[in-house]
């Protein structure tokens, strides 16, 4: 009679053990969630975040801002065709295409540049489109292009802004490619995720090296770029 008390008791004490904590129970639908959800959460958050920071500029735009945000579109899309090095799939080492968007960001600020960001993606998904659903879309394309206007940080806080807003504006665009490239590499890891020679497990990781390989040297050539004209054709566009 003990020994069957004894062991009704430890299938219980085992049930019970097995039984998720309260705290496994509260985040236990964060498990059942898709990757691709995820990044559905994060793209409505940067869509979310780029709308506040475009209306609270409540910049208006006048002839002159109109004027030079179709420059600086139609100057990047130019550079963007003049591709130094091409990756496999997607992106390009350019003569510094990114450089006229994040100069108007920093003569009229993160609102008005990213609406200019944004207009310039929407050129560069019909120069060259690349399509696995809505989410890759946002990211790749507009928040990706729009992010570039957060080099507006540095508007009006001396020449020294420009070389901290450049990278900070690339970063946000990384973070928005490497996000789009997860879904990419996710979508197809089963066909092996390659870079030349290097083969990767983790769609995060193959992610972040395919995307540094270009933004890298990109990021260096609109920094050397930036010291080379900044000044001037920021004077002119200030001129009124």
Not at 80 to 85: A, D, E, G, W
Not at 152 to 168: A, E, F, L, N, T
Not at 170 to 184: D, E, Q, Y
Request: aromatic letters at 12%; proline letters at 4%.
């Amino acid at each position: 009679m003990f020994t069957f008390l004894s062991g009704a008791l430890a299938e219980e004490a085992e049930a019970a053990a097995k039984q998720p904590g309260w705290f496994e129970q509260l985040t236990e639908k964060f498990g059942e969630s898709s990757l691709t959800s995820w990044i559905a959460v994060a793209v409505l958050a940067a869509l979310g975040i780029a709308l506040f920071l475009i209306t609270r500029s409540g910049k208006k735009w006048n002839a002159r801002m109109l004027s030079m945000a179709a420059l600086s579109i139609a100057l990047s899309f130019v550079l963007s065709c003049l591709r130094l090095f091409r990756m496999p799939t997607h992106g390009a080492v350019t003569p510094g295409s990114m450089l006229p968007i994040m100069l108007f960001s920093l003569i009229y600020g993160v609102g008005p540049g990213m609406l200019t960001g944004i207009a310039y993606g929407l050129l560069q998904y019909i120069q060259d489109p690349s399509f696995l659903n809505v989410w890759q879309f946002l990211l790749d394309y507009l928040i990706a292009f729009g992010a570039l206007g957060l080099a507006g940080i540095g508007k009006d806080k001396g020449q020294k802004w420009i070389y901290i807003s450049i990278p900070v504006a690339v970063l946000g665009r990384a973070v928005s490619a490497i996000l789009a490239g997860v879904m990419w590499a996710n979508e197809y890891i089963d066909y092996g995720l390659k870079i030349g020679e290097m083969e990767f497990s983790s769609p995060l990781v193959y992610s972040m090296v395919y995307n540094g390989v270009y933004l890298i040297p990109e990021t260096v050539i609109c920094l050397v770029l930036a010291w080379l004209v900044a000044k001037p054709v920021m004077r002119v566009m200030k001129t009124r």
